[in-house]
C-alpha cells in the first residue's frame, strides 16, 4: 500500500535532512556590496540556496544598518535588525577607495557571477565599478542595481527610503482608513518585497545565462516594485476616473474582512471562491445568505457587502477565535488571527516547516531565524550563520580565494586596504567571541 | 555621458526582438480561487514561461472578483484581467477521471505544474507529484496552500484555503500594522495593508522557487516539489516580529505611525496632504528639524538612543507635527534644496504620499513606461508593465486574459495532436 500523503510528505520536506541535500545555487558567487535592508535581501536570498555571498563593507565602521536596531536595545552588542538579511555570507572588509583595494574588486569580479548594489545611482561609476566597467573585465557578469526609483529617469538621484517609495508608489495611500493619515506598513516592505523580486529576476538572469554565456544589467527600484504589487487597482483608478479609498480591512475585491471575536481577538475570515462561501455559510448556519447572494459577483456589491460582513460580524462576536479556526478547517473557509510575535515564536507548525528556525549560530549561540520562504524538496534553503563582525572573513577569502600569502594579508592590513571591526555600538563582536581563538578568522 | 544617460542607454532595447529568460519553460497552472498561484504563474508568463492556464469548464472563480463587483469586461473582473496576462487559456475537468487521464498527458510536456487544490487532493487522484515525477522525473510541482503539504497542522487544516488576509494576520504582520493604543478602535486595531501583500509575496517567492529548480535541472536533470504558503512568505519578509522572543523581548506591539528602529521615519500631515519625512541619524535628524526651524530640540534629543525611546518618539511627532502643518510639500522640498545648495551636513528626505490617480499623471511612471493602455474586448485599459528591467532578456506584457477555454484547440492540438472531432467530443463528454 502506498504511504499516506502526509507522511510522504514529511519524509520528503524533512528539515532535519536539510544539510545532507543539495544546494541549487552551489558554485554561484555573489558580490554584494549593498547595505541597510533590500540589496542586502537580496543577497541573502541566494545565500539560503547555496550561493556564496561575500558582503563587502567599509573596513571600521562596515555597514549602516549596524548603526540602527529595534529599540536601539543592541543584543550582543550587534543590531539585531542587521542579523535579519546578512545570512550565510563571508563578511570582507575592503577599502575600494584604495588602488590596491580596488585591484582586490577587481580580481574578484574575475571569479564571480553577480554582483549586486543599492547604492544612489551614480555613485557605483565614480568608484569606477558600475556595470560600464565590470563588463569589460567580466561580461558574463549579472550586475543588479537596487535603487529607489531607477538608475535613469527624472528621479535617478532621489534619495530614497522603503517609507519613500511606499509614499511615491501609491501603497500607503490606499492603506490604513480615510480620514486618518496614511499607514506606513511595517517593517519596510519597499525593501523586503524588492528585495524577493530582484532575486527572482536576478535568478532569471542566471538560467538564462546557462543557454547562452552573455550577463546582462538589471535596473531594480522600490518604488515600481511595490506600484507592480498593486496590480489591478490602477486599472480601477483609471477606468473609474476617481481616486482609491482606504477601506481598513475591507478587501473590495474579496469576501473578506476582519471582525472582533468573543474573546477579544481579530479574526479574518475570506471567501474567495462559491465553495468557500459555502462553506462559511454552513459554518454560520445561514444557509439563506446563500440563497439571497449565490454568485460570487452579487456578494461585491456594497449593499451585499454590508449585509454580508454584519452577518459574519455577529457570527463571529459569538464565537471565541480558536473556535472559528476549528471551523474553518471543518467547513473548507479560510480564518486566520491577528496573532501575536509569541504565537508566532512558539507555532510549533512553523517550527516544523523551518519558516521559524531554529539553530545554533557559530557566533551567536542558540538563536532563531527566518527560514527559507519557498520549501524545496531537492534543494531546500538553510540557515549556517547570521552576521560577523566586519573583516571576519578577511584571511579566508584572500588567503583560499586570490591565494594570497600570510605576509601579504599582514601588509595589506598595514597599508589599510583591509580592515576590521572598530570599537563601537552594533559593530564589536558577541563578549564570547574571542578572536585570538577562532580559526576562521584566524584562516 | 553621465551615469543617468548611460545606463538609460542599456535599457534602450527592442523588446521584442530578444529572447525571454524563461523562454521554452512550459507551465501547467491548474490552481483554482487562489491569488498567489494566479500571480506566480504572472510572473512566470512574464519571464517568457509559456503558462498554460487549466480550468474547470465553467472558469476559475477568480475570473468573478472585481472591486465592488463593479467592472467587468465579457464578464472577467480586474483582478484576473491583469493578472491573466500572456497565458494560454485551457478547460479541462479534473472532477472526472478522462480529465486526469488528459491532465497526465498534458503533465507529460510540461516543465511546471502549478496547484491550489486541498494537499494531498491531487495526490488522491493518481495526478500528484508523486506519481507524474515516475513518469516524467524533471517536472518542477509547485504547492499552494494556507498550511503547506507539511508540518504539524498541515493535515488536519488541509481544507482551509489560503487567502491574503490569512497571510497577513496569521504571520503577526497585521498585529505589527497597528496605530499607538491612544488612537481610539478602529485605529488602534491590527490592520492589513490595501493590496494583497500576501498572496502577491507567495507567488514571488514561488516563481523565485521555480527558477532556482529549472537551474538545478539543468545541473543534475532532476525536477522537485515546492511547497508555500503565504503564511511563510509573510513571516519571512517581516522576520524581526518574532524574532524578539530569541533574545528575550517582550511582546511586539505596533506604533503606528512612529517606527521601532528608527525616528524620524514616519508619515505626517501636511498643508496639502501628507508627508514621509527621515531624518535619523544624528546629522540628517538635525538637517530635519532645522529646515523645520525647531533646532532647538536636538540638545533634548542629541543621539539615536535618546529618540528612540517611546516616549520621546510621541513628544517628538508631536512637536513636528504641528510644524509640518503648516508647511505645503513645495515649501519642505524648497528647503531642502536650499540645504543643498548651501552644502550644509546631512540629508532631511521628504517624499509626498502620492495617491493611485495621482501617480498616473506623474511624468516620472511615464518615462519609465509603467502602465500600458491596452485593449479588452473593444475597451481601452490602463495595466501595470512588469517592472523590472533587463537589459538582455527583458520582461513582457503580451495580452490580458482571455475568454475561458480560449486556447483549447491551439494547445490541444499543439500537446496532445487532438482537434475537430476530437475535441468536440471532450466537449460533449464536458471534459473540456
Known amino acids: 500500500m502506498t504511504k499516506d500523503f502526509f507522511e510522504w510528505t514529511k519524509e520528503k520536506f524533512d528539515i ?24 542586502p535581501e537580496t543577497a541573502s536570498l541566494f545565500a539560503d540556496f547555496g550561493a556564496e555571498v561575500i558582503k563587502i563593507e567599509p573596513p571600521g565602521m562596515g555597514e549602516l544598518l549596524r548603526s540602527v536596531d529595534l529599540w536601539s536595545r543592541f543584543w550582543k552588542n550587534n543590531s539585531v535588525g542587521v542579523m535579519w538579511v546578512q545570512r550565510n555570507k563571508y563578511f570582507f572588509g575592503l577599502n575600494l577607495k584604495h588602488p590596491k583595494g580596488k585591484a582586490i574588486f577587481y580580481d574578484l569580479v574575475k571569479k564571480s557571477d553577480v554582483i549586486i548594489e543599492n547604492y544612489v545611482p551614480g555613485v557605483m561609476e565614480r568608484m569606477e565599478i558600475s556595470y560600464k566597467h565590470i563588463k569589460e573585465i567580466n561580461p558574463r557578469i549579472i550586475y543588479v542595481s537596487i535603487s ?86 490602477w486599472s480601477y483608478v483609471s477606468k473609474k476616473g476617481e481616486d482609491w479609498k482606504r477601506l481598513g480591512n475591507k478587501d473590495a475585491s474579496i469576501v473578506a474582512n476582519a471582525f472582533k471575536s468573543k474573546d477579544g481577538r481579530l479574526v479574518t475570515i475570506t471567501a474567495i471562491s462559491n465553495s468557500h462561501f459555502e462553506g462559511l455559510c454552513k459554518a454560520m448556519d445561514k444557509s439563506e445568505l446563500l440563497e439571497k447572494y449565490p454568485d460570487v459577483v452579487s456578494r461585491l456589491k456594497p449593499e451585499a457587502r454590508e449585509e454580508i460582513d454584519g452577518e459574519i460580524e455577529r457570527w463571529v462576536s459569538e464565537h471565541n477565535a480558536e473556535e472559528i479556526i476549528e471551523m474553518s478547517a471543518e467547513f473548507g473557509f479560510s480564518a486566520g488571527i491577528a496573532r501575536n510575535s509569541l504565537e508566532v515564536y512558539t507555532d510549533g507548525h512553523l517550527r516544523d516547516r523551518g519558516t521559524v528556525w531554529m539553530y545554533n549560530d557559530p557566533l551567536f549561540g542558540e538563536m532563531v531565524h527566518v527560514g527559507p520562504p519557498v520549501k524545496m524538496s531537492e534543494t531546500p534553503g538553510r540557515i549556517k550563520w547570521t552576521v560577523h563582525p566586519v573583516g571576519y572573513h578577511n584571511r579566508y577569502i584572500l588567503k583560499n580565494l586570490l591565494g594570497f600569502s600570510d605576509e601579504e594579508v599582514k601588509r595589506l592590513e598595514e597599508e589599510k586596504v583591509i580592515g576590521y571591526w572598530v570599537d563601537f555600538f552594533g559593530r564589536t563582536p558577541p563578549p564570547e567571541f574571542d578572536p585570538e581563538k577562532d580559526p576562521v578568522f584566524r584562516w | 555621458m553621465e551615469w543617468h544617460e548611460l545606463s538609460k542607454e542599456y535599457f534602450e532595447i527592442e523588446k521584442g526582438k530578444l529572447r525571454s529568460p524563461l523562454e ?4 501547467l497552472d491548474a490552481s483554482f480561487a487562489s491569488p498567489s498561484a494566479t500571480f506566480a504563474s504572472s510572473l512566470l508568463a512574464e519571464m517568457g514561461a509559456e503558462v498554460i492556464k487549466i480550468e474547470p469548464p465553467e472558469g476559475d472563480d477568480l475570473r468573478k472578483l472585481s472591486p465592488f463587483g463593479e467592472f467587468y469586461f465579457d464578464g472577467i473582473g480586474l483582478p484576473f484581467i491583469v493578472e491573466g496576462r500572456n497565458k494560454e487559456f485551457i478547460t479541462l475537468n479534473l472532477e472526472r477521471k478522462e480529465g486526469r487521464e488528459i491532465f497526465r498527458r498534458l503533465a507529460m510536456h510540461a516543465d511546471v505544474v502549478i496547484e491550489s487544490f486541498k494537499p494531498g487532493w ?56 497597528r496605530e499607538l493604543p491612544e488612537a481610539g478602535e478602529p485605529y488602534n486595531l491590527p490592520t492589513a495593508p490595501g493590496f494583497w501583500m500576501a498572496t ?41 516580529i518574532f524574532w524578539s522572543h530569541a533574545h528575550n523581548e517582550p511582546l511586539f506591539v505596533g506604533v503606528l505611525p512612529l517606527d521601532y528602529a528608527v525616528f524620524p521615519y514616519a508619515f505626517w500631515k501636511i498643508k496639502d496632504g501628507y508627508v514621509f519625512a527621515s531624518g535619523f541619524t544624528d546629522p540628517n535628524f538635525r538637517a530635519l528639524i532645522t529646515q523645520l526651524g525647531v533646532e532647538e530640540l536636538f540638545e533634548k534629543y542629541p543621539n539615536v538612543f535618546a529618540r528612540i525611546k517611546l516616549e520621546n518618539q510621541k513628544v517628538l511627532y508631536q512637536e513636528l507635527a504641528e510644524r509640518f502643518e503648516q508647511l505645503t510639500f513645495a515649501e519642505l522640498t524648497q528647503r531642502m534644496l536650499e540645504w543643498r545648495e548651501q552644502e550644509k551636513e546631512g540629508v532631511a528626505v521628504y517624499m509626498k504620499i502620492t495617491t493611485p490617480k495621482e501617480v498616473l499623471e506623474e511624468n516620472y ?35 490580458l486574459a482571455k475568454k475561458i477555454g480560449e486556447d483549447n484547440a491551439f494547445v490541444y492540438k499543439k500537446y496532445l495532436g487532438l482537434a475537430g472531432k476530437d475535441l468536440e467530443e471532450l466537449r460533449r463528454e464536458s471534459l473540456i
Open chain 1, 16 to 39: 532535519r535532512k536539510v544539510f545532507e541535500k543539495p544546494e541549487a545555487l552551489k558554485g554561484i558567487r555573489v558580490l554584494d556590496l549593498s547595505q541597510v535592508l533590500i540589496g
Open chain 1, 148 to 233: 529607489g526609483f531607477g538608475q535613469w529617469g527624472e528621479r535617478w538621484n532621489w534619495p530614497s527610503w522603503d517609507a519613500a517609495a511606499q509614499a511615491a508608489s501609491g501603497v500607503s495611500a490606499i492603506s490604513g482608513y480615510e480620514g486618518r493619515v496614511p499607514m506606513k506598513l511595517p517593517y519596510y516592505p519597499g525593501d523586503m518585497l524588492g528585495g524577493a523580486a530582484a532575486f527572482m529576476v536576478a535568478l532569471a538572469a542566471l538560467y538564462h545565462r546557462e543557454f547562452t554565456g552573455e550577463g546582462q544589467y538589471i535596473d531594480v527600484t522600490q518604488a515600481e516594485n511595490l506600484a507592480r504589487h498593486m496590480s489591478l487597482i
Open chain 2, 24 to 27: 521554452g519553460v512550459v507551465v
Open chain 2, 122 to 177: 491531487m495526490d488522491s487522484m493518481g495526478i500528484g507529484y508523486r506519481q507524474l515525477s515516475e513518469l516524467n522525473p524533471g517536472l518542477i510541482w509547485v504547492s499552494f496552500s494556507a498550511y503547506g503539504s507539511f508540518g504539524e497542522k498541515a493535515k488536519k487544516f488541509a481544507n482551509v484555503p489560503d487567502s491574503n488576509l490569512f497571510g497577513i494576520s496569521m504571520s503577526a504582520y497585521m498585529e505589527a500594522s
Open chain 2, 200 to 240: 502577491n509575496i507567495a507567488g514571488v517567492f514561488a516563481s523565485a522557487g521555480v527558477v532556482l529548480a529549472l537551474y538545478y535541472r539543468l545541473k543534475s536533470g532532476k525536477g522537485q516539489m515546492i511547497d508555500i504558503s503565504s503564511l511563510d512568505a509573510m513571516v519571512h519578509i517581516a522576520p524581526g
Open chain 2, 365 to 399: 511612471w511615464k518615462e519609465r513606461g509603467d502602465f500600458r493602455d491596452m485593449e479588452i474586448n473593444g475597451e481601452t485599459i490602463k495595466v501595470i508593465e512588469p517592472v523590472w528591467r533587463l537589459s538582455k532578456t527583458p520582461l513582457k506584457l503580451k495580452w
